[in-house]
């Protein structure tokens, strides 16, 4: 199994630009997540999705962030207009279930200028 | 919010030491999760223990739980320098799967 897969590995863009990052997860695995890193507020689970529904979004920051699982296979985090403050990694991670482990991928590093 | 905090921050030892690393939490919990991540990487998963079990084993990591004390240990025995990374633990708790992470305590293992 390739694991989760998340591209592009790096973003830098310009503040006011629209950011789309994207996740494939494990075959098989009901569960999505999607965090962010920073130095500051450590890991923040942002929206986590079961069965391509979102379940939970209360960490999105404002609505400027979106995020969206058209099928088992694929998830798009989205950001327009983006900030300088969005400057982060962003991970996504998937489950089989609750109470089992996450798998992460290996995250986009997002630079917003 | 955070739920779990690690405890040190930041832990330096010599190849063959064992490394303890702490983990105390607010609230009951369902699950407690150790993750590691290096540099530049995604979190990997190292054990999961439930609130009804008290230890658990996998390799050269131990990992206990108290629930009265609402924390957590992870060990590693005879360290090496691979094992140099940053460790998180992660909670879940009630009905929502919403697994929190600490900030985490980076290992330096020197050879």
């Known amino acids: 199994d390739a694991g989760v897969i998340q591209s592009p590995r790096h973003e830098v863009t310009e503040m006011g630009q629209e950011v789309t990052l994207r996740c494939k997860p494990i075959?098989?695995?009901?569960?999505l997540f999607w965090y962010r890193q920073t130095m500051m507020r450590g890991l923040e689970l942002l929206i986590y999705?079961?069965?391509?529904?979102?379940?939970?979004d209360s960490g999105m920051p404002e609505d400027r962030f979106s995020a969206k699982m058209p099928n088992a296979s694929f998830s798009t985090l989205k950001i327009q207009p983006s900030e300088p403050r969005d400057s982060a990694v962003y991970f996504c991670?998937?489950?089989?279930?609750?109470?089992?482990?996450?798998?992460f991928g290996n995250g986009t590093r997002l630079t917003v200028t | 919010s955070q739920q779990g905090e690690e405890d040190p921050q930041a832990l330096s030892i010599q190849e063959g030491e064992n490394a303890t690393m702490n983990c105390s939490y607010k609230?009951?919990?369902?699950?407690l999760q150790w993750y590691r991540q290096n540099s530049g990487r995604g979190l990997v998963h190292l054990i999961l223990i439930r609130s009804n079990e008290r230890e658990k084993h996998s390799g050269r990591l131990r990992v206990t739980l108290d629930t009265s004390k609402k924390s957590s240990s992870l060990l590693i025995t005879a360290s090496r320098a691979a094992d140099t990374a940053s460790y998180f633990c992660a909670t879940d708790r009630g009905s929502n799967y919403k697994l929190t992470f600490g900030k985490g305590t980076l290992l330096t293992v020197n050879p």
């Open positions: 991670a998937s489950s089989l279930g609750w109470g089992t482990s996450l798998h």
């Open positions: 999705f079961n069965n391509n529904v979102p379940i939970d």
């Open positions: 609230t009951s919990i369902n699950n």
């Open positions: 075959s098989g695995h009901d569960y």
